[in-house]
């Protein structure tokens, strides 16, 4: 029942852009300022379930209708708050406030509830984590996130980790542009390795590119030119938050390149693990990320704690925000870095 809080970010940007005014940044103070100051005061758990715990978990379907109801969460959320803003005359503080309120409900239950349905086997579950892709623009992390980054995370060719000393802001530039080229590029492959023309029906970058224009349009048609702002510019806060996210989870970690030029598995070692419960429970456990890379098949609900794992001081809410401010986020982390990985 605990992840039923997962929710709360939603509801409270809800709530906030119904009442309007000031309340239109109640999900980015709560975010970002009250949910830091809640992980300071909450503890760390770094228990592991025991093998009965985690088989009972994989057969509770509970977990999986948890993700599930986030898909009509995010599009109830999202078209509520298209309606009120074409048929509202707001301030601009007030359109400022509800896009990013709505942007944070795409980051934290769209995107990252379509990362882990997107690592599932069950076709629907797949499906479910492209259309949770779709208001934040960014169907294409699918295919570059699966066959891209889980395969070169913690190397220079992968896009979406941060090097040592490397800013936020310019990381950004960085991760949205490469990620994106990348999916091209895999794409290419994937065409290659099954014979495929680029237009074939089952070039997937194609038709996400057909859903992300077609989503665009009916934002326009449906909701006026204020509405494809709101929905323009909400999605960019949603993917930033993503990629905000991906930057504190690898930040300058690298795996040491073999002599055959290959470089070392993925272990343990190569994502920053945090056991803070409050994140823990508001990301579906995507705090443990050192095991998600690791086994990147398990369940948020059985994802474990490893000693091994680099630490990081504060959970992800309080990181993100940390992150913002580069050089207070190098005098904390640069420190943490295993000697073996710094430049």
Known sequence: MKYLLAYSIPIV????????????YAALIFTFVLLPVLELLLPVNK????EP?????????WFDILLYLNVPIVYSSLVFTLYKISHSDLSLSEVIGTTLSLGIILGSNGINVAHELGHREKVLERILGKILLIPSHYTHFFIEHNHGHHLHVSTPEDPSTAKYNQNLYLFWFQTVMGTYIKAWQIQKKLNQIENRTWYSIKNDMIWFTIIQISYLFSVYYFFDFIGFIVGLFSGAVGFLLLETINYIEHYGLKRNQLVSGRYERVSEKHSWNSNHVLGR???YELTRHSDHHYKSQKKYQILEYHDVSPQMPFGYPTSMVLSFFPPIWFAIMNKRIPLEMKP
């Open 13 to 24: 940007g809800i709530l906030g852009i119904y009442y309007g005014g000031a309340w239109c």
């Open 47 to 50: 228990i592991n379930y025991t």
């Open 53 to 61: 715990e985690i088989q009972n978990r994989i057969k509770n379907k």
């Open 281 to 283: 429970i508001i990301l």
